[in-house]
């Protein structure tokens, strides 16, 4: 059966202490809460998470979203290297995501929703794996906090929207830009 393979991708620099960290916090669990809800109808979900400040880390190996447990998320502090996330989430797509073949069908598109103030302190765009993400994956940004860059999170070529304006119908929206396929 397919996957929907659904990355969480979470800014933990310094720029995101307080207001910000809580909106994402609290918008990752009407996330989850929402695909756990949803699993029935869609079939097997998988999830990972990804943190990255000065450094990226897999805070959460890719694995069943039944298999999931909550997780600690503060800031670390530090710049906000997204260059390094990109590095690393490509990494992990190739890892774990199934690619169809004449026999099998693979996975469906990962769904990465990005968690971030776009603050970016490195030159993520140069970044070759940018590419990768943006043509092989659906990618939301959710702007957290009260002081945003936008122009940041839009050059993603994803969809951006406020973590203050996040509901359940939002939520399943975004699974409905899931093509089905990689």
Same mark, same amino acid.
């Given at each position: 059966?397919?996957?929907?393979? !659904?990355?969480? !991708? ?14 994402? !916090? ?30 990226? !880390? ?11 447990? %909550? #997780? ?27 690619? %169809? ?24 765009? @140069?970044? %070759?794996?940018? @590419? ?28 951006? #929207? ?16 899931? %093509?089905?396929?990689?």
């Amino acid at each position: 059966m397919q996957r929907l393979p !659904v990355y969480l !991708v979470f800014d933990t620099s310094a720029s995101m202490y307080g207001a910000a960290m809580e909106s994402a !916090v609290e918008v990752s669990g009407l996330v989850i809460k929402q695909l756990r809800a949803l699993q029935p109808k869609l079939g097997i979900i998988w999830i990972g998470i990804i943190t990255f400040e000065t450094k990226s !880390v897999e805070k959460v190996k890719f694995c069943p979203i039944d298999d999931f447990s %909550p #997780f600690d998320l503060q800031p670390i502090g530090g710049i906000s290297c997204f260059g390094a996330a990109i590095d690393l989430l490509s990494q992990t797509i190739d890892r774990d995501c199934q690619l %169809p073949i004449p026999s099998q069908d693979g996975d469906w598109r990962p769904l990465v929703i990005l968690f971030s103030d776009g603050a970016f302190s490195d030159n993520w765009q @140069s970044n %070759p794996h940018i @590419s990768v993400i943006t043509n092989h994956s659906t990618v939301i940004s959710i702007a957290c906090g009260n002081e945003l860059d936008e122009f940041q999170l839009g050059k993603l070529g994803s969809f951006v #929207f406020h973590a203050e304006n996040i509901s359940i119908d939002l939520i399943n929206s975004f699974i409905k830009l899931t %093509p089905w396929n990689l």
